[in-house]
């Protein structure tokens, strides 16, 4: 191992520039050269690659997004998409690739290291937290908090008003977000994929409610099961009660990561360029507890178990 590529795929999370500074700085202390492949699978396959060194990471720490830029790419689902990038990776002499993403990035290092041989492992980053093998994923703990600040602040203007709030938040196939942002914040309902939700006995408790005299309400809807407006709407024909929708959209992927992600990210690049440098491949690195795991990218792209009876039930008692 002389060359690795570290490259971010798929939608940006909080915490991806942290980890590409960890993976290019441990790689040249482990006197590996490091190579930045621009704009994900897309720019791998049009060679847009050049040479990092210890200042190319310089002051991104702290940064959101990723100084890589990123992209989803159709070619690349295709065999001849991959062939196109096999073909890059082997003019450039890259013996391995850290490739940093959530599902998607993920499936796609494993056809290049299942299918044509290149040594990958993978990193998560995604702030939907749906990712095998790890209790967190980096930007996940950022887009919660960054939820949670713009839902206190509706809070302030639901009671003040005395209104209903639907608020969406990402998540098209996990209710990660959802659920944790709705228990912080202290929502009386929550809309998730991975639970069944009754739009009747919602309004009814709503309705009753109004009657005992609570006047506001917050109800957090994941982006995957409905649309806000759509709630909102239903919510007003079924209530009578005057409603207000907010999507926070894209928002929940920017902004300065926590510590928590600047740590996770910084502890996983250092780990994935150790799995290289031992010869590894096909691997995805984690968190659990306080120890890094490591699982096959195969298992790390199964659908993540999110335990959500005890942290629902505990929003209804508390309403």
Known sequence: MKRIGVLTSGGDAPGMNATIRSVVRSGLAKDLEVMGIFRGFGGLINDEI??????????IINRGGTILKTSRCEEFLSKEG??????????????GLVIIGGDGSYRGALALSKDWGIKCIGVPGTIDNDLTGTEYTIGSDTALNTALEAIDKIRDTATSLERIFVVEVMGRLSGYIALNVALAAGAEQVIIPERKFDLHEMCHEITEGYIRGKASWIVIVAEGVIKGQDIAEKITQNTDLETRVVVLGHVQRGGSPTAKDRVLATCLG???????VKGESGKAVGIVGEDINVVTLEKAVTKKVIKTETIYNLIKILT
């Open 270 to 276: 250092a780990a994935a360029v150790d799995l290289l």
């Open 50 to 59: 050049k040479p990092f060194n210890h200042r190319s990471v310089s002051n």
């Open 82 to 95: 991959q062939q196109k990038a096999v073909e890059v990776i082997k003019k450039n002499n890259i013996d």
